[in-house]
């Protein structure tokens, strides 16, 4: 039998993809301040979870979003 070790790392930072996907960033943010996720590289973090953005996918996603309020 063989156990497949998750790198923790890379568990948090998916974890992290999936709230913000779900969640409003301020409501992520003081979840992450609760659970004291806040140790780390935040750059490096930063860089991961908007790799795929830029100015105006981020802009357009927070018009989408605060049209839904």
Known sequence: MTIKVINEQQNLQEVMQILFTH???SKVMKFWAACKLGEGDYLQLK???FA???V????EK???YQDIE
């Open 52 to 54: 795929q953005e830029n």
């Open 47 to 49: 860089d991961k979870l």
């Open 23 to 25: 969640l409003e960033p």
């Open 62 to 64: 927070i018009q989408a």
């Open 56 to 59: 105006d996918s981020l802009y």
